[in-house]
Protein backbone atom coordinates (compact mmCIF):
# COMPACT_ATOMS: atom_id res chain seq x y z
CA UNK A 1 0.00 0.00 0.00
CA UNK A 2 1.01 3.58 -0.29
CA UNK A 3 3.30 4.99 2.32
CA UNK A 4 3.37 9.09 2.56
CA UNK A 5 6.28 10.55 4.66
CA UNK A 6 6.33 14.33 5.84
CA UNK A 7 8.57 16.41 6.89
CA UNK A 8 9.65 18.63 9.63
CA UNK A 9 7.32 17.48 12.27
CA UNK A 10 7.52 20.60 13.79
CA UNK A 11 8.08 23.95 12.30
CA UNK A 12 8.61 27.52 14.08
CA UNK A 13 9.10 30.75 11.40
CA UNK A 14 8.83 34.45 12.69
CA UNK A 15 6.04 36.44 11.48
CA UNK A 16 6.50 37.25 7.51
CA UNK A 17 9.21 34.76 6.74
CA UNK A 18 8.42 31.59 4.08
CA UNK A 19 7.77 27.40 5.31
CA UNK A 20 8.34 24.84 3.41
CA UNK A 21 6.75 21.02 4.46
CA UNK A 22 8.17 18.75 2.23
CA UNK A 23 6.31 14.57 1.78
CA UNK A 24 7.22 11.87 -0.25
CA UNK A 25 5.21 8.94 -1.41
CA UNK A 26 5.22 5.62 -2.73
CA UNK A 27 3.13 4.20 -4.87
CA UNK A 28 3.15 5.67 -7.90
CA UNK A 29 -0.71 5.15 -8.92
CA UNK A 30 -1.24 7.94 -6.99
CA UNK A 31 -2.61 11.18 -8.68
CA UNK A 32 -4.25 13.72 -6.26
CA UNK A 33 -2.04 15.15 -3.43
CA UNK A 34 -3.75 16.91 -1.39
CA UNK A 35 -2.75 19.10 1.56
CA UNK A 36 -5.09 20.03 4.77
CA UNK A 37 -5.09 22.18 7.42
CA UNK A 38 -6.14 21.75 11.21
CA UNK A 39 -6.81 24.03 13.49
CA UNK A 40 -7.02 23.45 17.44
CA UNK A 41 -10.17 21.43 18.25
CA UNK A 42 -11.43 20.82 14.33
CA UNK A 43 -11.49 18.85 11.71
CA UNK A 44 -8.86 18.95 8.97
CA UNK A 45 -10.16 21.27 5.96
CA UNK A 46 -8.53 21.38 2.69
CA UNK A 47 -6.47 24.11 1.22
CA UNK A 48 -4.92 23.53 -2.00
CA UNK A 49 -4.47 20.47 -4.15
CA UNK A 50 -2.73 19.28 -6.77
CA UNK A 51 -2.92 16.98 -9.72
CA UNK A 52 -0.42 14.39 -10.90
CA UNK A 53 -0.04 15.89 -14.58
CA UNK A 54 0.87 19.58 -13.07
CA UNK A 55 4.15 20.23 -11.35
CA UNK A 56 2.60 23.39 -9.49
CA UNK A 57 0.11 25.26 -8.18
CA UNK A 58 -0.24 28.39 -6.69
CA UNK A 59 -2.90 30.05 -4.50
CA UNK A 60 -2.46 33.69 -3.31
CA UNK A 61 -0.43 32.86 -0.34
CA UNK A 62 0.57 29.45 -0.78
CA UNK A 63 1.84 27.11 -3.20
CA UNK A 64 2.56 23.19 -3.66
CA UNK A 65 4.55 21.86 -5.78
CA UNK A 66 4.79 17.96 -7.36
CA UNK A 67 8.06 15.96 -8.66
CA UNK A 68 6.66 12.84 -9.79
CA UNK A 69 9.31 11.82 -10.77
CA UNK A 70 11.13 11.60 -7.36
CA UNK A 71 7.55 10.83 -5.92
CA UNK A 72 7.72 14.29 -3.73
CA UNK A 73 5.57 17.09 -3.06
CA UNK A 74 5.66 20.33 -0.96
CA UNK A 75 4.07 22.77 -0.09
CA UNK A 76 5.31 26.29 0.39
CA UNK A 77 4.01 29.41 2.71
CA UNK A 78 5.14 32.48 2.05
CA UNK A 79 4.87 35.99 4.42
CA UNK A 80 3.43 33.76 7.14
CA UNK A 81 0.80 35.40 9.68
CA UNK A 82 -0.27 34.48 13.17
CA UNK A 83 -3.45 32.76 11.89
CA UNK A 84 -1.19 30.19 9.97
CA UNK A 85 0.02 28.71 13.08
CA UNK A 86 -2.46 25.44 12.88
CA UNK A 87 -1.57 21.07 11.80
CA UNK A 88 -1.03 20.67 8.38
CA UNK A 89 -1.13 17.36 6.65
CA UNK A 90 0.02 16.07 3.10
CA UNK A 91 -1.92 13.01 1.57
CA UNK A 92 -1.90 10.87 -1.66
CA UNK A 93 -4.86 9.59 -3.13
CA UNK A 94 -5.40 6.94 -5.46
CA UNK A 95 -8.34 5.75 -7.66
CA UNK A 96 -9.75 3.14 -9.28
CA UNK A 97 -13.01 1.95 -10.37
CA UNK A 98 -14.79 4.86 -8.26
CA UNK A 99 -12.95 4.42 -5.50
CA UNK A 100 -10.46 6.70 -3.88
CA UNK A 101 -8.23 5.99 -1.51
CA UNK A 102 -6.23 8.78 1.11
CA UNK A 103 -3.01 7.76 3.18
CA UNK A 104 -1.93 11.00 4.87
CA UNK A 105 1.12 12.28 6.56
CA UNK A 106 1.69 12.26 9.77
CA UNK A 107 1.81 15.98 9.96
CA UNK A 108 4.03 19.39 10.73
CA UNK A 109 2.71 21.51 13.95
CA UNK A 110 3.45 24.98 12.16
CA UNK A 111 4.46 28.02 14.67
CA UNK A 112 4.24 31.42 13.71
CA UNK A 113 6.00 33.56 15.77
CA UNK A 114 4.80 37.45 15.93
CA UNK B 1 -25.27 23.68 3.48
CA UNK B 2 -24.79 21.60 6.15
CA UNK B 3 -21.36 20.35 6.51
CA UNK B 4 -20.43 16.52 8.08
CA UNK B 5 -21.24 16.32 11.33
CA UNK B 6 -20.38 14.24 14.39
CA UNK B 7 -21.43 13.51 17.78
CA UNK B 8 -20.94 12.78 20.81
CA UNK B 9 -18.03 15.77 20.14
CA UNK B 10 -16.60 14.33 23.67
CA UNK B 11 -16.88 10.49 25.49
CA UNK B 12 -16.13 9.64 28.62
CA UNK B 13 -16.48 6.23 28.99
CA UNK B 14 -14.70 3.43 31.75
CA UNK B 15 -12.34 0.67 30.34
CA UNK B 16 -14.50 -2.68 29.07
CA UNK B 17 -17.75 -0.74 28.21
CA UNK B 18 -18.78 -0.32 24.73
CA UNK B 19 -19.35 3.02 22.93
CA UNK B 20 -20.79 4.14 19.42
CA UNK B 21 -19.81 7.28 17.70
CA UNK B 22 -22.43 8.31 14.95
CA UNK B 23 -20.99 10.89 12.05
CA UNK B 24 -23.82 12.13 9.33
CA UNK B 25 -22.24 12.95 6.18
CA UNK B 26 -23.07 15.85 3.33
CA UNK B 27 -26.18 14.79 1.73
CA UNK B 28 -25.36 12.98 -1.21
CA UNK B 29 -22.29 12.34 -0.46
CA UNK B 30 -21.65 8.20 -1.31
CA UNK B 31 -18.30 7.77 0.66
CA UNK B 32 -17.30 8.04 4.06
CA UNK B 33 -14.43 7.60 5.71
CA UNK B 34 -13.34 6.82 9.56
CA UNK B 35 -10.05 8.04 11.17
CA UNK B 36 -8.36 7.87 14.03
CA UNK B 37 -6.23 10.85 15.22
CA UNK B 38 -3.91 9.83 18.89
CA UNK B 39 -2.74 12.64 20.51
CA UNK B 40 -0.32 14.69 18.56
CA UNK B 41 0.01 12.03 15.94
CA UNK B 42 -1.72 11.52 11.53
CA UNK B 43 -4.92 10.43 10.51
CA UNK B 44 -4.84 6.82 10.96
CA UNK B 45 -7.22 5.28 8.00
CA UNK B 46 -9.97 2.98 9.92
CA UNK B 47 -13.12 2.02 7.38
CA UNK B 48 -14.16 3.53 4.14
CA UNK B 49 -18.05 2.83 2.85
CA UNK B 50 -18.50 3.69 -0.79
CA UNK B 51 -21.76 3.42 -1.94
CA UNK B 52 -23.59 0.09 -1.40
CA UNK B 53 -20.51 -1.88 -1.95
CA UNK B 54 -18.56 -4.17 0.49
CA UNK B 55 -16.80 -1.25 2.96
CA UNK B 56 -13.18 -1.29 3.23
CA UNK B 57 -12.40 -2.03 6.09
CA UNK B 58 -8.24 -2.74 6.50
CA UNK B 59 -7.36 0.13 8.79
CA UNK B 60 -9.91 -1.87 11.50
CA UNK B 61 -7.37 -2.19 14.35
CA UNK B 62 -8.29 -5.28 16.10
CA UNK B 63 -11.96 -7.30 15.89
CA UNK B 64 -13.41 -4.63 18.78
CA UNK B 65 -13.89 -1.77 16.02
CA UNK B 66 -16.61 -2.32 13.66
CA UNK B 67 -18.70 0.53 11.64
CA UNK B 68 -22.02 0.50 9.72
CA UNK B 69 -23.81 2.93 7.34
CA UNK B 70 -26.84 2.39 5.65
CA UNK B 71 -27.35 3.22 2.28
CA UNK B 72 -25.30 7.04 1.66
CA UNK B 73 -26.59 8.52 5.24
CA UNK B 74 -25.82 7.80 8.99
CA UNK B 75 -22.41 5.82 9.92
CA UNK B 76 -21.73 4.29 13.33
CA UNK B 77 -17.96 3.44 14.41
CA UNK B 78 -18.82 1.01 17.15
CA UNK B 79 -15.78 0.16 20.13
CA UNK B 80 -16.51 -2.81 22.39
CA UNK B 81 -14.65 -3.68 25.11
CA UNK B 82 -12.76 -0.33 25.55
CA UNK B 83 -8.83 -0.02 26.17
CA UNK B 84 -7.00 2.96 27.46
CA UNK B 85 -4.96 2.70 23.89
CA UNK B 86 -8.22 3.35 22.19
CA UNK B 87 -8.54 7.17 23.57
CA UNK B 88 -8.27 9.48 20.81
CA UNK B 89 -10.43 11.71 18.21
CA UNK B 90 -12.09 9.73 15.99
CA UNK B 91 -12.82 11.81 12.78
CA UNK B 92 -15.71 11.45 9.92
CA UNK B 93 -14.80 12.22 6.65
CA UNK B 94 -17.33 12.33 3.44
CA UNK B 95 -16.59 12.50 -0.30
CA UNK B 96 -18.93 13.33 -2.97
CA UNK B 97 -17.62 11.48 -5.95
CA UNK B 98 -15.89 12.69 -9.16
CA UNK B 99 -14.53 15.29 -10.50
CA UNK B 100 -14.23 16.63 -6.62
CA UNK B 101 -11.61 14.70 -5.09
CA UNK B 102 -12.08 17.10 -1.67
CA UNK B 103 -12.93 15.19 1.70
CA UNK B 104 -15.04 17.07 3.94
CA UNK B 105 -13.95 16.19 7.41
CA UNK B 106 -16.48 16.04 10.64
CA UNK B 107 -15.21 18.33 13.90
CA UNK B 108 -14.48 14.74 15.58
CA UNK B 109 -15.48 13.36 18.38
CA UNK B 110 -12.71 12.73 21.18
CA UNK B 111 -13.04 9.53 23.31
CA UNK B 112 -11.39 9.23 26.66
CA UNK B 113 -11.06 5.41 27.93
CA UNK B 114 -10.48 5.77 31.57
Known amino acids: GENVEQHPSTLSVQEGDSAVIKCTYSDSASNYFPWYKQELGKGPQLIID?????GEKKDQRIAVTLNKTAKHFSLHITETQPEDSAVYFCAANSHSGGYQKVTFGTGTKLQVIP | GAGVSQSPSNKVTEKGKDVELRCDPISGHTALYWYRQRLGQGLEFLIYFQGNSAPDKSGLPSDRFSAERTGESVSTLTIQRTQQEDSAVYLCASWGGYPSHEQYFGPGTRLTVT
Open chain 1, 50 to 54: IRSNV
